[in-house]
């Protein structure tokens, strides 16, 4: 993921509206999937809680905003909902 990407990436979790359940599955360039309940931020790097530990029985990750490739929203939200993150509907 280029600057660009990391910058919308980090954004998008700094300023996740509270309408929007922060939970959901970060997707990584190491092809891993982490299902988070909460996070936190600092600068670049973000602080990822999962509800279960993984199988090494580790319960937080911190990575690099550059090491996610998508976020998945497992919660049905109607795609109005996401305008509070800056997406818009196009024509």
Do not use: C, H, N
């Amino acid at each position: 993921m280029g600057a660009t990407g990391m910058k919308d990436m980090r954004r998008i979790f700094a300023e996740w509206p509270a309408s929007i359940p922060r939970t959901g599955l970060i997707v990584t360039t190491f092809s891993e999937s982490i299902q988070f309940v909460s996070y936190m931020i600092s600068g670049d790097l973000i602080l990822i809680e999962r509800k279960m530990p993984d199988a090494q029985g580790s319960r937080r990750v911190i990575m690099s905003f550059d090491s996610i490739v998508a976020v998945k929203i497992l919660d049905a939200i109607e795609m109005a909902r996401f305008t509070a993150m800056g997406f818009q509907g196009v024509a």
